[in-house]
């Protein structure tokens, strides 16, 4: 789902800085002048960033050989901005690649060359840039700083385009972090940009962006809505992978609303609309609907389905996943931070070496014009400052040493600490994949008596379930599972408390289940101390005295 969101915000960004070079016959225009061999070096490096940028979201790899090409030629030409568009193009199609430690060195060179033009424009962009570099390795906090960084330099350049964009990329990383009512905000405050400027992709991203927040905080008529205005909007313009994305989504809505064959119907569609397509981020959109297909296949009893279709997702996620990608990219980051800090000790270094140079070279005049007769005194004074300034150089040597393994210790812990957070991510996986193949079983079991006849199969297909379980292959997801087990708790709790939201009713379940505080937080990936506040109003809304236990509570439901 986060995959088909960047690309589409991505490629509404392309779709401005392009202008129309989508279009074939512009392509071969452009090769046709790359022909030319009286054509100016840079109207070359113009044309070989123009077709990256064409290139870099569907056939990468190509996208890549002509970004390469433009640097290399820049570099030649010793054209300092021109190097950074390259760089930037480069950077973009190695994101698109998923490779984020080559992505977001580029950037950062090219934010280097920028900088030091005082540029703009072409720094927004590389916030921008790092801002989807971050979020696709899921690094929330580095994520939101750079698209705030950008929103705030798209706003005082005054383009209300882009400033838009950046909102719903603000959204975006609110998603990720489970807030969706601030994401929400957001996306409805790009809608309205979008809509003032008459930005008909802008309006459709937003639109999706609002379906997909209702639907997580079960608002599934409001996510119907919002979700068919997104179609309605981007059709018929709309990229094959857009709409089924947005199909799957309706489907969810649908399958949540018991409109269980409008549910299958629209997976289905989705289904033909992936697997016609040659596109690279396809994967991302089969997750989404084997994820659905499973529920639904569940909801309507068809266990075998939903466990096939659980394979395939966790075959699916196992072939793409890369769980090493965000410690890559934060340590790349801490990297780039020691390395700057590390050059300017070495530009102070040189400034004192410079003054003492001057100093040395101005007493020595004055010494030699003061007693050039005292020849031997002379020299032994100039011996003795000698001596001094190479203890004073040696003296900083060896605190620059120091300062440097100081350094280097420190991006040792930032990497221990990386790979610690997700060793306790990997765990909470398996505790969610756990749960999920025993609810299988438990209810497997319940149907023993039910098909007696067709016994062989059934008990082949428990104890696949067992095997799975056993192994411990891999995880599901822990919420779904939460729901779909306990659908008589969920019941009874609404019937008595109908103003409950999604969240409160997971965090219901999470405490039921005797989750720590400090679990609760992990898996929701919150603070401690917002898993202890949202206790805390679970409580004020039971209206339960100080005395009463709100697990016990939770049990009777």
């Not at 930037?88 to 490779?99: F, I, K, P, R, V």
């Not at 990383?173 to 309205?192: G, H, I, P, T």
């Not at 398996?430 to 007696?452: A, C, M, P, T, W």
Request: charged content about 25%; aromatic content about 10%.
């Amino acid at each position: 789902m986060t995959k088909f969101i960047r690309v589409l915000v991505l490629i509404s960004l392309l779709v401005f800085s392009a202008e129309g070079l989508h279009a074939q016959t512009n392509i071969d225009s452009l090769k046709r002048l790359l022909s030319n061999e009286k054509i100016s070096i840079s109207q070359k490096i113009n044309s070989l960033n123009a077709l990256a940028v064409y290139y870099n979201p569907d056939s990468t790899n190509q996208g890549l050989i002509f970004a390469n090409e433009a640097y290399l030629l820049a570099l030649k030409a010793n054209n300092k901005s021109l190097q950074g568009k390259s760089l930037l193009n480069l950077a973009e199609g190695y994101l698109y690649n998923d490779s984020y430690e080559q992505a977001l060195q580029y950037t950062f060179n090219a934010l280097d060359i920028f900088l030091s033009q005082n540029n703009p424009a072409e720094i927004v962009e590389c916030y921008r840039l790092l801002g989807w570099v971050f979020y696709d390795s899921e690094n929330a906090d580095y994520a939101m700083q750079y698209h705030t960084k950008a929103y705030e330099l798209y706003s005082k350049m005054g383009d209300k385009k882009n400033t838009g964009i950046s909102l719903n990329a603000i959204g975006l990383v609110f998603q990720m972090k489970n807030e969706n009512d601030s994401s929400k905000k957001y996306f409805e405050k790009a809608l309205r940009i979008a809509e003032d400027i008459n930005n008909t992709s802008a309006i459709a991203a937003s639109l999706n962006n609002i379906g997909i927040c209702e639907n997580s905080l079960g608002n599934y008529l409001s996510a119907v809505n919002f979700l068919n205005r997104a179609l309605d909007t981007k059709m018929p313009l709309a990229k094959p992978l857009d709409e089924a994305e947005t199909f799957n989504q309706l489907a969810y809505s649908q399958l949540k609303l018991k409109n269980y064959q409008e549910s299958k119907r629209l997976l289905e569609q989705s289904r033909i609309l992936i697997e016609n397509s040659a596109s690279k981020t396809k994967k991302e959109k089969l997750l989404d609907n084997l994820n659905i297909s499973s529920q639904l296949n569940e909801v309507l009893g068809d266990y075998s389905g939903a466990f096939k279709n659980l394979q395939k997702y966790t075959a699916i996620r196992n072939e793409i996943a890369s769980r090493s990608k965000s410690d890559a990219v934060a340590a790349n980051n801490v990297k780039r931070e020691t390395d700057k800090i590390e050059l300017q000790m070495k530009s102070i270094l040189a400034q004192k070496e410079m003054r003492s140079f001057q100093r040395n070279a101005l007493g020595i005049g004055v010494v030699l014009l003061l007693v050039i007769g005292f020849l031997f005194f002379s020299k032994l004074k100039q011996r003795q400052k000698k001596e001094k300034e190479l203890f004073v150089v040696k003296q900083a040597l060896i605190k620059k040493e120091l300062d440097n393994s100081l350094l280097e210790k420190k991006a040792l812990n930032n990497k221990l600490e990386f790979k610690d957070a997700e060793l306790k991510n990997y765990a909470l996986y398996i505790s969610q994949r756990n749960d999920l193949i025993r609810g299988f079983i438990d209810e497997l079991s319940q149907l023993q008596s039910e098909v007696k006849n067709q016994m062989p199969d059934f008990n082949r297909l428990l104890d696949k379930f067992q095997y799975d379980l056993e192994i411990n292959k891999e995880a599901q997801d822990f919420n779904m599972t939460i729901e779909e087990m306990h659908k008589d708790f969920f019941y009874n709790l609404l019937q008595k408390f109908p103003g409950l939201t999604v969240n409160e009713r997971r965090l219901c379940a999470q405490i039921r289940l005797n989750l720590s505080i400090k679990d609760i937080a992990s898996i929701n990936n919150i603070s401690a101390k917002s898993a202890e506040m949202a206790r805390y109003r679970l409580r004020k809304h039971f209206e339960l005295s100080h005395d009463e236990n709100l697990n016990e509570f939770l049990k009777k439901f």
